[in-house]
């Protein structure tokens, strides 16, 4: 059971910055029709040097092999490729140059809930997520009780999904997604969305896809997750890969190269021209703490971040959502914003997130922080999120009036602020 | 969880190549028949969507030819006095609007569907050409239920349709190939460039005018109709009231231009379809 099942040799993918920036239009097409005859007089070198300015490859040289049964982490920071390398692979986006070949049934899973519609039923959603992720409507009819059983919504299987919460939502959406059961399956981060119930329940499901022998290639941000499910990982960094291996090893040197890269202010924007084909309705343009310096974050310090977003669409009802996660990237933490806010098309405003001191133990941290909107009708839809982003580094406590000021790593991350005991009577 | 249950049948072939896009016309359509389940589906969720959550439901089928029909007949028939030959004015309008709504409506579904659709696009593979392809389909339930109310007008007018109706089928196709043959070339181009979305409303009604749907193809000089017969939905509305109501045979010449018009049109459509799909999901 030796044999290659993907094999991907030298695949690029080359985007054109500002092209795709804004939406395209007939007149900005025409204008550069009319100036191509201009362009033509100029010299050849001219032309290279034009061409590689506004021009990035968000994927290049990739070249790796997958045996059958193989479970393939892929990590990297924000904007390394990974997304694209997922998408290439699963036919969503041509590559520009190199080649693909994979043998055997495909599902891929760049999200949960593909095509679902909230005046649709339960019912009638699962069969449409089920035909577009690839599954025979016989394969769906078969399954049907068992993916209702899972998402545990068996009353509420004949509602419009717009009545269900979000929990409920997600279920069923996982549990279609669950119950697909191809030979080779690419899975993006669809475990940083959900409860912690539900990622947990995310997890144990790919290790049993794991486990059938099922080929696996897998992009997340849980180092943790990582370590546990593959045997090997690909660090890819700019859009090259880095380090293949051993998933232990690829981590460590991913997480060494990611604490040398700490920043005080993140520029998606920047990033974000990897991937054009992501315009999100309101998008992150920059992050940075407010009043921390991430290398020396007190013990008991609120956390402050400001962001600057811009509107891509008139929004009048979003809000922010922000996890913590340890350095190996599991979870600490979650919240969602209160406020509701609401932005113009092509307004940038700055905003202000505050997390009231989470107490957290000493050790170095990172968020994630996702705009979005929702309620627990419609369930959460994300417009962006920025992952891996805001490393910071938390100091140990001061140690007054018996604070403990040494940690230990196995007591977990939350110092908790109050420990109360008395003596009953 | 079921380790044991046959795994369920993704319709794709024993092996994927993954390469840069090449060549203008390699359709698959032996992988579009692989999907055609997936299309099934996509009929299936517009029509279900189509009518939920408004208050008199498919009853708005009905109500827009009618009232249009109304409209026409006062202003254009008994107002304007069209020549309209034998035919009742309400009954000649009728007849024209029927396949109209349905082209006018088929053309605006099959140039949104990709971008209507580009949440699924941007995440999942299949032959992008299935959307446009579903998306003629829908709307002919709508044209079923308008039929149904335009036999008792025509019954109303004691017309009865001859053996003529037996060519009824074959102009509702050439209607859904003018649609999805005009709309592949809309639907690729808004996927690009958002300018068509306001470039739609007016290509229909332009196109609305130069189609026999106010007044007969008659009205149009001899010697210039085959430039008009071009359009397809000359052929089309004209065959269509022709096959209803028996009167107003329209020569040979216009279905075989409207054929070949259409022929030509939905090849390039397609190739330019196939060309640009490559390119949709990066930009939408």
Request: net charge neutral; hydrophobic share 45%; aromatic share 10%.
């Given at each position: 059971?030796?044999?290659?099942v993907?094999?991907?040799?030298n695949?690029?993918?080359?985007?054109?910055i500002?092209?795709?920036?804004?939406?395209l239009?007939l007149?900005?097409?025409?204008?550069?029709?009319?100036?191509?005859?201009?362009?033509?007089f100029?010299s050849?070198s001219?032309?290279?040097?034009?061409?590689?300015?506004?021009?990035?490859?968000?994927l290049?040289?990739?070249?790796?092999e997958?045996?059958?049964?193989?479970?393939?982490?892929?990590?990297?920071?924000?904007g390394?490729?990974?997304?694209?390398?997922?998408?290439?692979?699963?036919?969503v986006i041509?590559?520009?140059?190199?080649?693909?070949?994979?043998?055997?049934?495909?599902?891929?899973?760049?999200?949960?809930?593909?095509?679902f519609?909230?005046?649709?039923?339960g019912?009638?959603?699962t069969f449409m997520?089920?035909?577009?992720?690839?599954m025979r409507?016989?394969?769906?009819l078969?399954?049907?009780?068992e993916?209702?059983a899972?998402?545990?919504?068996e009353?509420?299987?004949?509602?419009?999904?717009?009545y269900?919460?979000?929990?409920?939502?997600?279920?069923l959406?996982?549990?279609?997604?669950?119950?697909?059961?191809?030979?080779?399956?690419?899975?993006?981060?669809?475990?940083?969305?959900?409860?912690?119930?539900?990622?947990?329940?995310?997890?144990?499901?790919?290790?049993?896809?794991?486990?059938?022998?099922r080929?696996?290639?897998?992009?997340s941000?849980?180092?943790?997750?990582v370590?546990l499910?593959?045997?090997s990982?690909?660090?890819?960094?700019r859009?090259?890969?880095q380090?293949?291996?051993?998933?232990?090893?690829?981590?460590?040197?991913?997480?060494?190269r990611?604490?040398?890269?700490?920043?005080?202010?993140?520029?998606?924007?920047?990033?974000?021209?990897?991937?054009p084909?992501?315009?999100?309705?309101?998008?992150f343009?920059?992050?940075?703490?407010e009043?921390?310096?991430a290398?020396?974050v007190?013990?008991?310090?609120?956390?402050?971040?400001?962001?600057?977003?811009?509107?891509?669409?008139?929004?009048?009802?979003?809000?922010?959502?922000?996890?913590?996660?340890?350095?190996?990237?599991?979870?600490v933490?979650?919240?969602?914003?209160?406020?509701v806010?609401?932005?113009?098309?092509?307004?940038?405003?700055?905003y202000?997130?505050q997390?009231?001191n989470?107490?957290?133990?000493?050790?170095?941290?990172?968020?994630?922080?996702?705009?979005?909107?929702?309620?627990?009708r419609?369930?959460?839809?994300?417009?962006?999120?920025?992952?891996?982003v805001?490393?910071?580094?938390?100091?140990?406590?001061?140690g007054q009036?018996g604070?403990?000021?040494?940690?230990q790593?196995?007591w977990?991350?939350?110092?908790?602020?109050?420990l109360?005991?008395?003596?009953?009577? | 969880?079921?380790?044991n249950?046959?795994p369920a049948?993704?319709?794709?072939?024993a092996?994927?190549?993954?390469?840069?896009?090449?060549?203008?016309?390699?359709?698959?359509?032996r992988e579009?028949?692989?999907?055609?389940?997936?299309?099934?589906?996509?009929?299936?969720?517009?029509?279900?969507?189509?009518?939920k959550?408004?208050?008199?439901?498919a009853?708005?089928a009905v109500?827009?030819?009618?009232?249009?029909?109304?409209?026409?007949?006062?202003?254009?028939?008994?107002l304007?006095?069209?020549?309209?030959?034998?035919?009742?004015y309400?009954?000649?309008?009728?007849?024209?609007?029927?396949?109209?709504?349905?082209?006018?409506?088929a053309?605006?579904?099959?140039?949104?569907?990709v971008?209507?659709?580009?949440h699924?696009?941007?995440?999942?593979?299949?032959?992008?050409l299935?959307?446009?392809?579903?998306?003629v389909?829908?709307?002919?339930?709508?044209f079923?239920?308008?039929?149904?109310?335009?036999?008792p007008?025509?019954?109303?007018y004691?017309?009865?349709?001859g053996?003529?109706?037996?060519t009824?089928?074959?102009?509702?196709?050439?209607?859904?190939?003018?649609?999805?043959?005009?709309?592949?070339?809309?639907?690729?181009l808004?996927?690009l460039?958002?300018d068509?979305?306001?470039?739609?409303?007016?290509?229909?009604?332009?196109?609305?005018?130069?189609?026999p749907?106010?007044?007969?193809?008659?009205?149009?000089?001899?010697?210039?109709?085959?430039?008009?017969?071009?359009?397809?939905?000359?052929?089309?509305?004209?065959?269509?009231?022709?096959?209803?109501?028996?009167?107003?045979?329209?020569?040979?010449?216009?279905?075989?231009?409207?054929?070949?018009?259409?022929l030509?049109?939905?090849?390039?459509?397609?190739a330019?379809?196939?060309?640009?799909e490559?390119?949709?999901?990066d930009?939408?």
């Amino acid at each position: 059971m030796n044999d290659v099942v993907i094999r991907v040799e030298n695949l690029g993918k080359r985007y054109h910055i500002g092209e795709h920036v804004a939406y395209l239009t007939l007149r900005d097409a025409l204008a550069r029709v009319l100036a191509a005859p201009l362009r033509n007089f100029q010299s050849p070198s001219d032309t290279t040097r034009d061409t590689e300015a506004s021009e990035i490859w968000a994927l290049r040289d990739v070249s790796f092999e997958v045996r059958r049964g193989e479970v393939i982490g892929i990590i990297g920071a924000n904007g390394a490729g990974k997304s694209t390398l997922l998408k290439i692979l699963s036919r969503v986006i041509k590559p520009t140059v190199g080649h693909a070949q994979i043998r055997g049934r495909l599902g891929s899973l760049l999200e949960v809930g593909t095509g679902f519609h909230p005046e649709l039923t339960g019912r009638e959603n699962t069969f449409m997520n089920g035909a577009i992720l690839g599954m025979r409507k016989r394969d769906i009819l078969r399954k049907f009780d068992e993916i209702v059983a899972f998402a545990e919504i068996e009353k509420f299987i004949d509602t419009p999904v717009k009545y269900y919460s979000s929990g409920m939502y997600v279920r069923l959406a996982f549990s279609v997604a669950a119950h697909l059961e191809p030979e080779i399956l690419l899975v993006d981060e669809v475990l940083a969305v959900g409860d912690v119930a539900f990622q947990k329940r995310c997890l144990g499901r790919m290790g049993d896809v794991a486990r059938q022998g099922r080929t696996v290639l897998f992009v997340s941000h849980n180092m943790g997750a990582v370590a546990l499910l593959c045997n090997s990982a690909i660090v890819l960094e700019r859009g090259r890969i880095q380090a293949i291996g051993d998933s232990r090893q690829a981590i460590s040197k991913y997480l060494a190269r990611s604490s040398e890269r700490a920043q005080e202010v993140y520029n998606l924007e920047e990033q974000r021209r990897l991937d054009p084909a992501s315009r999100p309705e309101v998008e992150f343009l920059t992050l940075e703490f407010e009043g921390i310096s991430a290398k020396l974050v007190p013990a008991d310090a609120d956390l402050s971040v400001r962001m600057k977003v811009r509107g891509n669409e008139a929004v009048s009802n979003f809000s922010f959502y922000l996890s913590i996660l340890a350095a190996d990237g599991s979870p600490v933490g979650s919240c969602s914003g209160a406020q509701v806010h609401s932005i113009q098309a092509g307004e940038v405003g700055s905003y202000r997130l505050q997390l009231p001191n989470p107490s957290l133990a000493r050790g170095s941290y990172r968020m994630h922080v996702a705009v979005g909107a929702g309620n627990e009708r419609t369930g959460f839809r994300m417009f962006d999120t920025a992952a891996d982003v805001l490393h910071f580094d938390v100091m140990a406590p001061p140690g007054q009036d018996g604070t403990i000021s040494e940690w230990q790593k196995n007591w977990g991350f939350i110092r908790f602020r109050n420990l109360i005991s008395a003596k009953c009577d | 969880m079921s380790a044991n249950s046959v795994p369920a049948s993704i319709p794709d072939s024993a092996q994927i190549d993954i390469a840069p896009p090449s060549g203008w016309l390699d359709i698959e359509f032996r992988e579009l028949w692989r999907y055609r389940e997936l299309a099934y589906f996509f009929v299936w969720r517009a029509i279900k969507i189509r009518y939920k959550q408004t208050l008199i439901g498919a009853a708005w089928a009905v109500v827009q030819p009618v009232a249009t029909m109304l409209v026409f007949s006062v202003i254009f028939g008994y107002l304007g006095k069209m020549p309209t030959g034998k035919l009742p004015y309400p009954v000649f309008y009728f007849s024209g609007l029927l396949p109209w709504t349905y082209f006018a409506g088929a053309l605006q579904s099959v140039t949104n569907s990709v971008v209507e659709q580009q949440h699924v696009v941007t995440k999942v593979y299949f032959p992008r050409l299935l959307l446009p392809i579903s998306a003629v389909i829908p709307g002919l339930l709508d044209f079923a239920i308008g039929l149904l109310v335009f036999l008792p007008v025509l019954f109303a007018y004691h017309l009865v349709p001859g053996m003529a109706v037996l060519t009824l089928p074959l102009y509702i196709l050439l209607e859904m190939a003018t649609a999805l043959s005009v709309g592949l070339w809309l639907a690729a181009l808004n996927s690009l460039y958002r300018d068509v979305h306001h470039l739609i409303p007016f290509v229909v009604q332009l196109w609305m005018l130069l189609s026999p749907v106010v007044y007969p193809a008659t009205l149009v000089p001899e010697r210039w109709r085959w430039l008009y017969g071009l359009n397809p939905m000359v052929g089309v509305i004209e065959g269509f009231r022709w096959s209803l109501t028996g009167s107003g045979q329209p020569s040979n010449l216009l279905p075989a231009l409207a054929t070949g018009g259409v022929l030509v049109v939905l090849l390039g459509g397609l190739a330019f379809f196939r060309r640009m799909e490559s390119v949709i999901a990066d930009v939408v």
